[in-house]
């Protein structure tokens, strides 16, 4: 796979590629509990899994700064609907606090995509939290993914909703263009589908963790109810925005569903 070197804007530049060697593979495992908090043993990674995962489909994938440390890590695995529709889904990304907002992860992203391609893998797909505002511009908006599915309680436990995306591999990835003004949307309508000629909007908050837990999960509902009936119209996520400080929307349009 080639290696794929970034400048960064302070000067120190960084480079992702295939993780090949087991204490690579350990070290990814050891940043991937440390970014997110792990402390529990349910939610570990090992090395033996990640490299299975690299010769049979997979990706793992590391972003290493000039000085050889491992700052950012991802990964992946082949999946398969039940109709037989394949693709390669992103468990991960992790990136090391000091070094988000450089590109790490996009830089990651790309290098999975290359990875994936290789494999004769030509859609993506990954989920992430649809509250996070933050996420899914970057998901939507600077990558070209569409938001195709809502899963209720993904992981089997409360308050792991997700929102399913899905990358088109064979497309040049690129961002996509700013979308038309969104309507004047605000706290009131945070949860709620609004029809627009130029799509359906759907406001959420920008920093949903000052919601009360009763607030959040009502929210959480309602989000349910919009974008199920979005995707059930045919509808695709494809945008996302921030309006203000305390609102960001997701834009639908008609387009094409899982892929």
């Not at 988000?100 to 990875?115: F, S, T, Y």
């Not at 494999?119 to 990954?126: A, L």
């Not at 961002?175 to 003004?181: E, G, L």
Request: with cysteine; net charge negative; charged share 20%.
């Amino acid at each position: 796979m080639p290696h794929f070197s970034v400048a960064a804007d302070a000067g120190i530049g960084y480079g992702c590629r295939e993780l090949t060697q087991y204490t690579e593979f350990r070290e990814a495992a050891a940043l991937y509990a440390r970014v997110f908090a792990y402390t529990e043993s349910e939610y570990a990674l090992n090395a033996n899994l990640l490299t299975a995962l690299a010769r049979n489909g997979g990706s793992a994938i590391g972003a290493f700064a000039d000085d050889g440390a491992l700052i950012g890590f991802a990964y992946g695995f082949a999946g398969c609907d039940t109709d037989g529709t394949l693709f390669h889904y992103s468990q991960a990304a992790a990136v090391e606090a000091a070094q988000q907002g450089r590109g790490v992860g996009q830089a990651l992203k790309l290098a999975q995509r290359a990875v994936a391609l290789r494999w004769g893998q030509r859609t993506m797909r990954w989920t992430f939290d649809p509250l996070l505002s933050r996420n899914a511009h970057f998901n939507l908006s600077s990558l070209g993914a569409v938001g195709i599915a809502f899963e209720r309680d993904y992981y089997a436990r409360p308050d792991t909703d997700r929102l399913v995306v899905s990358w088109d591999l064979t497309a040049t990835p690129s961002p996509r263009a700013t979308p038309p003004s969104a309507p004047a949307l605000g706290p009131d309508d945070w949860g709620r589908a609004v029809a627009a000629p130029d799509g359906t909007w759907i406001a959420i908050p920008v920093q949903p963790g000052r919601l009360s837990p009763a607030e959040r999960e009502a929210l959480r509902r309602d989000l349910e109810r919009s974008m199920t009936g979005v995707f059930h119209r045919g509808e695709v996520l494809v945008a996302a925005t921030r309006l203000d400080d305390q609102t960001a929307v997701y834009r639908a349009t008609p387009g094409e569903g899982p892929a």
